[in-house]
C-alpha cells in the first residue's frame, strides 16, 4: 500500500511580530525528525507543504535530516494551508488584533502561553460554531472541505506511493476527524495534541485511505525530551 505522511510543522515564533517562520528550536526539530525517518529508511516521491513560511522551512529541514540526495521538487498546495488563526482571534477579540495589543495583553498574563491557549480556545470555539460565518474569510465547513479536497486527490493519485505533506495541526485535525468520524469538538480537542514536527501515517489504495499511527514524536524524545512542544 501507499502511504502519506502528514507532517506537523516545527515551533513557529510564538509571541514574534512574524509567528509564521520557525523558531530556532523548531529548526532543531524539524532536522531531528528527517533524521529519525533516515534511521527508518523513509523515503519519499513526492514532497508537497502548504502555503506558509513554517510548511516550507520545515520541509527544508526535515529533508536536510533525512541526508538524500534524490529528495524531488518540493511542491506548494494551498489546500493544506492552515486556516487564519490570526483573523480568528480578531473576530472573537478585536482589541487584540494587532501584535502589539496581543503582546501587551499576554505581558500582563501571569503564564502568557496559557492565557493564550484559553483565548485561542474560546476564538476557535466561536469560529467552529458555524453563527459568525458571514464574519469569515474562511468558514469552518470551507475549511474542512478544502482540506478534505486536497486529501482526495492524493489517495487517487497512483503514481506515487510515498507522499510527505507538510502542513499544521488544523488540517491534520480535520483529515483525522473525517477518517475517524469526530464529530467538530472531537477535531478541535485532537488539534490542541499534535506536537510540533510529529507524523501522522495514512494507508492508502484504490481511493480507500485508512490511519497507520498518529502524532509520532518518538524520534524527538529519544533526542531530548525538551524537544517536545504542542506551540
Known amino acids: 500500500m501507499a502511504s502519506i505522511y502528514l507532517i506537523r510543522h516545527g515551533q513557529a515564533s510564538f509571541g514574534q511580530a512574524n509567528y509564521d517562520a520557525l523558531s530556532e528550536l523548531g529548526k532543531r526539530q524539524s532536522r531531528v525528525m528527517g533524521e529519525?525517518?533516515?534511521k527508518r529508511q523513509v523515503?519519499?516521491?513526492r514532497i508537497i507543504h502548504?502555503?506558509?513560511v513554517r510548511h516550507q522551512e520545515t520541509a527544508e529541514h526535515c529533508i536536510e535530516g533525512i541526508d538524500y540526495p534524490s529528495a524531488p521538487a518540493m511542491e506548494i498546495d494551498e489546500r493544506f494551508s492552515e486556516y487564519n488563526h490570526q483573523e480568528v482571534i480578531a473576530r472573537h477579540k478585536p482589541e487584540l488584533a494587532c501584535h502589539q495589543s496581543m503582546a501587551e495583553y499576554l505581558a500582563q498574563q501571569s503564564s502568557p502561553r496559557k492565557a493564550f491557549q484559553a483565548l485561542f480556545a474560546e476564538a476557535i470555539g466561536r469560529w467552529v460554531s458555524g453563527d459568525f460565518d458571514h464574519e469569515y474569510g474562511e468558514s469552518w465547513q470551507s475549511f474542512q472541505r478544502r482540506c478534505g479536497a486536497g486529501l482526495?486527490?492524493?489517495i487517487h493519485d497512483s503514481d506515487h506511493r510515498h507522499i510527505a505533506i507538510f502542513t499544521s495541526g488544523g488540517p491534520i485535525s480535520i483529515i483525522l476527524q473525517h477518517l475517524l468520524n469526530l464529530n467538530n469538538e472531537q477535531a478541535v480537542e485532537m488539534s490542541w495534541s499534535i506536537v510540533n514536527a510529529s507524523v501522522t501515517r495514512l494507508l492508502f489504495k484504490s481511493g480507500r485511505v485508512s490511519l497507520s499511527y498518529l502524532n509520532?514524536?518518538?524520534y524527538l524524545?529519544?533526542?531530548?525530551p525538551d524537544l517536545v512542544t504542542y506551540r
Not at 221 to 224: I, L, S
Open 43 to 45: 523515503r519519499f516521491d
Open 216 to 218: 509520532d514524536y518518538g
Open 36 to 38: 529519525g525517518m533516515a
Open 50 to 52: 502548504g502555503g506558509l
Open 152 to 154: 482526495n486527490d492524493l
Open 221 to 224: 524524545e529519544q533526542t531530548n
